[in-house]
């Protein structure tokens, strides 16, 4: 799948079938997409909810959805980027959708999820968190042309 | 949590509420209990299924339940273990029992999903998946003091 924000990443990833249940491929500190180890934390999104918007100064995410649909929306407003202004809708959970997501720093990103169920999202990032390098804006920010 | 096996580490994970859905902390950098990032990913386990038994010779094992219920069982038989013979069985998962599990190499493991939903085990390996380094007994071995 192709990218259309500058620096984001998609990777298909496998799922291997076992007896008693499949085995589900993130990632690796051999992968090209692997940069540091910072923290692995899990963010749960209820059906009906919408987290967003959201964005880092200095941290990189890598997202898997292992458990139910997500929708994620990344905007990007970089001035020095050769997307700047461009849209990114995607959707990330099993089986067709399974994927790696790659998020750069300074990438407003916001989700929600999809169907009945709630969805489970996988965040390994390069730094562990750290409250002072997120910014989040409103759900209805004029500022980011996406209507929820 | 006391740990009965040497060398086998469980520490509580936080479960943050959040409007939409929880955060559920898992592994920082910084984390006394952090090795080195080999690799990431999951493995679900179906109801009424039975994972067991696997030990690894250099990797080490972090889990975290984040979906479902698991029962796990440790068994140490290294010669050169001050808790030689000993058997541990443990549950995790949300809410009460939401915590972070490190096997150490050469310890022998097995797991299956309490209640009638899958499990879901995260593991955040020290070393990058390798099929050498890893090593199996059946479910019903002898050499293993544990009945499913």
């Known amino acids: 799948m192709k990218s259309v924000i500058e620096g984001v990443e998609v990777q298909d990833l496998r799922i291997i079938p076992t007896e008693g249940g499949p085995v589900l491929h993130m990632l690796r500190a051999d992968s090209p997409l692997f940069r540091s180890f910072g923290e692995l934390y899990f963010s749960e999104v209820e059906p009906g909810h919408i987290k967003a918007w ?9 997202f898997a959805v292992p458990v139910g649909m997500l929708k994620i929306v990344l905007y990007d407003d970089r001035a020095d980027s050769t997307s700047r202004g461009t849209v990114m809708e995607l959707v990330l959970g099993r089986p067709e959708e399974y ?3 790659c998020i750069p720093p300074r990438v407003w990103y916001g989700f929600t999820a999809l169907g009945d169920q709630s969805a489970l999202i996988c965040n390994c990032t390069d730094i562990p968190h ?3 390098e997120g910014e ?9 042309p996406y209507h929820w």
């Open 130 to 132: 750290d409250p002072n």
């Open 54 to 62: 959201k964005r880092h100064s200095r941290q990189t995410q890598h």
């Open 136 to 144: 989040r804006r409103p759900l209805d920010t004029d500022e980011i």
């Open 99 to 101: 994927r790696l997501l």
